[in-house]
C-alpha cells in the first residue's frame, strides 16, 4: 500500500516567493496533519484536519501560512510570501480516527 | 499545553549493554507514542501505549507508560548499531484524532 505521499521532495525558492507543498494521504485515512522540523524548534503541530475540515491552526505561526483540504485526498500547505525562517522540513501526516499517525517522506524547504 | 521532555537528549553507548529513555509530560495524554528517525528520513511509528502500566515490546525496544508518574521510557536491551537513530516520545493533549505534541527527541549512538 502506498503511505503519505508528499509533494515536492525538495524546495529551494527566494525570499518573498509563494510556496504551496502539497499532500496525499493514505487512503481511507480522515485525519490530516501537517508538521514543521527545524532544529531549533524540533517537531511543531500547525495545523490539522478531521474529515477535511480544519480542526486546530493554533500552530500557523502567521498569515504568511494557509492550508487547504479540499477533498479526502489531497491538501496543501501555501507560504505567502516565504522568508528565510521558515526553511525546515515540513511533514504531512494522515491517520484512521485516533490512531497511529503515518508519516510521509517530508518536503526540505529553502528559503534564500 | 502539554509539554513533553525527554532525556536524555544525547546518548552514546556501546553495543551488547542496556539502557533507558526517559519521556515525561505535563499534563494528561490520552496516549503517548515512541518514533524513530533516521538521519533525513521521516518519523516511524514504534509504539503507542493506550493505558497505565501498558507495556510494549519490539525485538530490543520495550516502552511502558506510568499514568501516574507521567512518566513513559523506551528500554533497549543489548544494543546494536542499527538502532542508532533519534527516538521521539509525542503526546495528544486532546485525545482522540488530535495533533501530536512532541519531546526534543534522544540522539543514540551505538558504538560497536
Known amino acids: 500500500d502506498a503511505g503519505v505521499i508528499q509533494s515536492p521532495r525538495h524546495e529551494v525558492t527566494e525570499m518573498g516567493q509563494e510556496v504551496t507543498l502539497r499532500c496525499k494521504p493514505i487512503?481511507?485515512?480522515?485525519?490530516l496533519f501537517w508538521y514543521r522540523q527545524t532544529m531549533m524548534r524540533g517537531l511543531e503541530l500547525l495545523i490539522y484536519?478531521?474529515?477535511?475540515?480544519?480542526?486546530?491552526d493554533s500552530g500557523m505561526p502567521e498569515d504568511r501560512f494557509s492550508a487547504k483540504m479540499p477533498n479526502a485526498s489531497f491538501s496543501t500547505l501555501k507560504i505567502q510570501p516565504s522568508e528565510p525562517r521558515d526553511s525546515a522540513v515540513y511533514f504531512c501526516?494522515?491517520?484512521?480516527?485516533?490512531?497511529?499517525?503515518?508519516f510521509g517522506p517530508g518536503t526540505r524547504l529553502t528559503v534564500t | 499545553e502539554l509539554k513533553v521532555e525527554q532525556n536524555p537528549l544525547f546518548l552514546s553507548m556501546q553495543e551488547g549493554k542496556n539502557y533507558t529513555i526517559y519521556c515525561n509530560y505535563s499534563?494528561?495524554?490520552?496516549?503517548l507514542y515512541w518514533y524513530r528517525q533516521d538521519p533525513g528520513k521521516s518519523l516511524e511509528s514504534l509504539f503507542v501505549?493506550?493505558?497505565?502500566?501498558a507495556v510494549k515490546q519490539e525485538g530490543r525496544l520495550m516502552a511502558s507508560l506510568d499514568t501516574k508518574a507521567r512518566l513513559s521510557t523506551l528500554h533497549i536491551t543489548a544494543a546494536v548499531h542499527d538502532l542508532s537513530a533519534t527516538y521521539f516520545c509525542?503526546?495528544?493533549?486532546?485525545?482522540?484524532?488530535?495533533?501530536?505534541?512532541f519531546g526534543k527527541g534522544t540522539h543514540l549512538i551505538i558504538q560497536p
Open positions: 499534563t494528561t495524554s490520552d496516549r
Open positions: 501526516a494522515s491517520s484512521l480516527s485516533s490512531g497511529v499517525q503515518y
Open positions: 484536519f478531521n474529515n477535511n475540515v480544519p480542526i486546530d
Open positions: 509525542a503526546g495528544n493533549p486532546g485525545g482522540g484524532a488530535d495533533g501530536l505534541t
Open positions: 487512503s481511507g485515512h480522515n485525519s
Open positions: 501505549l493506550l493505558s497505565n502500566g
